[in-house]
């Protein structure tokens, strides 16, 4: 299993010769086999901070480590999914898997990717539609492939965009399940980026909250819910809404600190 | 559908008419060649009867209805006009009846003149399709020379291609090679260009997730970046292709010793109209065909489209 470290990351954007600072000196580590989720405001720069990680954009300063190794360029060693687009158009959803797995286990003939294609696609429930195009298939169909491909990848790391970001609320809850009890059976490393903070404590281990303008981690928190969790006894205790609270008022007071007390709603 | 909806048509309608208005007296006393529009029309119809049967969507059986309607109200208003009265001249615009004999007698000729055009722009148009398609991806990828060639191929696209006529006949042996030549540079651009703005226009985030899985440059290039901009290429080929015909009978009436556009000039400067219009006939109909095809092979390739 792979671990993550990210050592005083700082990426800038050149934007007609002007320099913008999306991310200031931003440093956290996960642990193999670890669920970790990054929150903040829409603009904070968690995009950017994944598109690090993934290999997409290079490090103004500082690096990012894997298992000890610095990331240069994309690589089959992480599995990504984002909000949208993960899919290719023209695939359908079993070549779109294949395709993945090609790109990962190039030792497999053609029928063994298709047939690891087809198994995955089971896992996510989605049998019925394998050969349905992603124009065919409602957003929710579409994420579940994507997580079936990053999955049948065999990557050690998973990074996740907002994957659920775009999804109504009732399938939303079904892919959190589905990705919880995917997880629990592969204990892969995830980063997962939210703005969804029950989603962010339904499912991970430690929660790094970031801050915009220059983004910044403002803090790291261990969620204390033992696993495997339960969505609707989890939501009722106490102790959940404790710390729900805990974390917006975080929020807030970083907000109200910048701003000067506006009502601002995460 | 329900059977009148099926069979009760303006087509059907027509085709009375049609027939009906090959048996009024002609305005002049010749040779009556109205029976070959009959046979025509029997044709049409009973195609027109089978689709009715077997067509199980009512727009697929509206669109063909209606072209079939179309031709019979032209063949109608074509025989009244020049066949039963004397509003058109007979000898520039023979009656119809004249042009489908002449047809039936002249149709090994009219194959082989097809043969010949056609040869020549699959050649001239597969060949720019081939060197084309790849430069376009590459030259679009490459953000540098893209935006160079871009106003490079402005600039060569906005030149008619039927100046490079005569360097074709300097520098080119036969008028064979200066036609695949000329099809060739007239598909070129639009071809290139339409290419280039698609994969200039390829979605961001499906480069990146395409990146993210590692794809080489190869890949990147032929199993991402050309699927996606397929649309576009789709548009620069069918350009392309309209071009090609163009100037490809444009050139055969200069200086050809076949093909449809030769047909057509030939006969025209021996006054010989009535071969002259078969031959404008069947170069529309040859591209309309064609123009069929080409829709069909697109559809097929963007059935991932909704
Ligand atoms: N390619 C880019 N060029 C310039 N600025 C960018 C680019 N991508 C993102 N930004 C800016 O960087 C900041 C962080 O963006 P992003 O990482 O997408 O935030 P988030 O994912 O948290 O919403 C935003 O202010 C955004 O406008
Ligand atoms: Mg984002």
Redesign the pocket.
């Known amino acids: 299993m792979s671990t993550i470290e990210i050592n005083n990351l700082t990426v800038d ?1 050149v ?1 007609k010769n002007k320099n ?1 600072t ?1 991310l200031k000196d931003v440093s956290f580590k996960v642990n193999s086999g670890e669920f970790v989720s990054v929150i ?12 690090v990680l993934e290999g997409i954009n290079p490090p103004t300063d500082g690096s990012v480590l894997i298992d000890g190794k610095p990331v240069v360029g994309t690589g089959t060693d992480r599995g990504v999914v984002f909000q949208h687009y993960s899919l290719f158009p023209w695939l359908t959803a079993r070549k779109n898997v294949a395709f993945g797995i090609k790109q990962t286990q190039k030792t497999l003939s053609k029928a063994e990717r298709m047939e690891l294609a087809d198994s995955f696609l089971d896992k996510v429930g989605l049998t019925k539609f394998k050969n349905k195009y992603p124009s065919q298939l409602s957003g929710g169909m579409q994420q579940r492939v994507a997580i079936a491909r990053a999955l049948a990848m065999d990557t050690e790391i998973l990074l996740m ?2 994957p659920f970001g775009a999804i109504d609320a009732v399938n939303r809850t079904a892919l959190q399940e589905l990705l919880l009890e995917l997880w629990e059976e592969s204990r892969k490393t995830v980063v997962f ?1 939210t703005h969804d903070i029950d989603e962010a404590i339904l499912l991970s281990d430690r929660i790094v909250m ?1 801050t ?2 220059p ?1 910044r981690v403002y803090k790291e928190i261990n969620v204390p819910f033992s696993r495997p969790r339960n969505r609707v006894q989890l939501v009722q205790t106490q102790e959940y809404t404790t710390f729900r609270n805990s974390i917006i008022s975080y929020f807030y007071n970083d907000i109200t600190g910048r701003i000067g007390g506006e009502e601002v709603v995460l | 559908m329900t059977a009148k909806k099926r069979f009760l048509r303006a087509v059907n309608f027509l085709f009375i008419v049609l027939i009906a208005v090959q048996f009024l007296p002609n305005s002049e006393l010749k040779e009556d060649n109205g029976i070959y529009v009959i046979w025509f029309s029997l044709i049409a119809e009973a195609a027109v009867i089978l689709v009715s049967l077997i067509s199980k969507k009512e727009q697929g059986l509206n669109l063909f209805s209606d072209i079939i309607s179309f031709l019979y109200a032209l063949l109608i208003l074509w025989t009244i006009a020049s066949a039963k009265s004397d509003i058109l001249d007979k000898a520039l615009f023979p009656p119809p009846g004249d042009v489908f004999r002449q047809f039936i007698e002249d149709i090994s000729k009219i194959l082989l003149n097809i043969g010949s055009s056609l040869a020549i722009i699959v050649q001239g148009y597969l060949l720019a399709l081939v060197i084309e398609i790849p430069l376009g991806l590459f030259l679009g990828y490459s953000v540098r020379l893209g935006n160079a060639a871009t106003y490079i191929s402005k600039f060569l696209g906005s030149i008619p291609p039927i100046v490079y006529i005569p360097y074709g006949i300097a520098l080119l042996p036969t008028f064979r090679s200066v036609s695949v030549f000329v099809i060739f540079l007239a598909s070129f651009w639009p071809v290139l260009s339409g290419t280039m703005s698609g994969v200039l226009n390829v979605d961001k985030r499906v480069i990146d997730s395409a990146r993210v899985l590692n794809v080489g440059k190869f890949s990147m290039l032929f199993s991402v970046i050309l699927p996606a901009s397929l649309s576009e290429i789709f548009v620069g080929c069918n350009q392309g292709l309209s071009v090609s015909f163009i100037l490809l009978t444009s050139a055969e009436m200069i200086g050809a010793n076949s093909g449809m556009g030769y047909y057509v000039k030939n006969y025209s400067d021996f006054g010989d109209y009535t071969r002259t219009i078969v031959g404008l006939l069947v170069i529309g109909i040859v591209v309309v065909i064609i123009s069929f095809l080409f829709n069909k092979l697109q559809r097929f390739f963007l059935r991932y489209k909704r």
């Open positions: 954007y934007e913008f999306a903040g405001f829409s603009g904070c720069g968690k995009s950017t901070l994944l598109s965009d907002e980026v970031m915009a303008s983004g």
